[in-house]
């Protein structure tokens, strides 16, 4: 990878930083010829600081240091994306990021969809709700509806009706969704299972 730090007067690209599980970006920092070097020697992140006009490893005074992961250019090579393990907050702020959110790990549209579960097992009043009168019937009705749909799955598997199995595999990941919010777990839970077997 050959970046061209000359580019700009100053010597320095921009270094956009990237949590390498998350994917959420943390900060953006500069980066000259020497930072980059060093970053890749300590596998810590390294930048050169414009406010201090010197090199500036992140964390070296606060701890929470940028474990390095991988380096990629962008097209031009001239910014740099660094995949990170962040140990601690990332914002001189305490925030796990500079934009002051959280750095969880979020699925997208499966997140979003969890976030109006979870809203709608808060308020179960909602007598137009589907999902809220799932939650009113309890435990062993969300769980037989499970059940029903992963039976609906199995049997559409068998068939060769393309719209028919991703209807029935929608409607099973839908309701364990609800199964895992009446349970008290999230996709995240699930994931983190996943990851001690692998």
């Not at 920092?29 to 596998?43: F, L, P, R, S």
């Not at 606060?62 to 601690?88: F, K, Q, Y």
């Not at 364990?176 to 699930?190: E, P, S, V």
């Amino acid at each position: 990878m050959k970046i061209d730090f000359n580019k700009n007067d100053d010597g320095l690209v921009p270094a956009i930083i990237q949590d390498a599980l998350t994917k959420n970006v943390l900060m953006l920092g500069y980066m000259n010829e020497e930072a980059y070097t060093k970053t890749i020697q300590t596998k810590k992140v390294t930048f050169f600081s414009r406010s201090k006009q010197r090199l500036w490893t992140k964390g070296e005074e606060s701890g929470n240091i940028l474990h390095l992961e991988d380096i990629n250019s962008d097209c031009d090579n001239d910014t740099l994306l660094i995949l990170v393990t962040p140990e601690g907050p990332t914002c001189h702020t305490g925030s796990d990021t500079c934009w002051n959110e959280d750095n969880n790990q979020s699925f997208g549209f499966l997140s979003e969809l969890e976030r109006v579960i979870r809203d709608r097992k808060e308020n179960q009043n909602d007598e137009n709700s589907y999902v809220a009168s799932l939650f009113r019937k309890g435990i062993n009705k969300i769980a037989q509806k499970v059940g029903e749909e992963a039976v609906e799955v199995v049997i559409e598997a068998k068939d060769d009706n393309e719209e028919l199995f991703l209807n029935e595999s929608a409607d099973l990941l839908f309701h364990y969704l609800i199964l895992l919010q009446a349970k008290g777990y999230t996709l995240n839970d699930i994931v983190n299972v996943l990851k001690t077997r692998s």
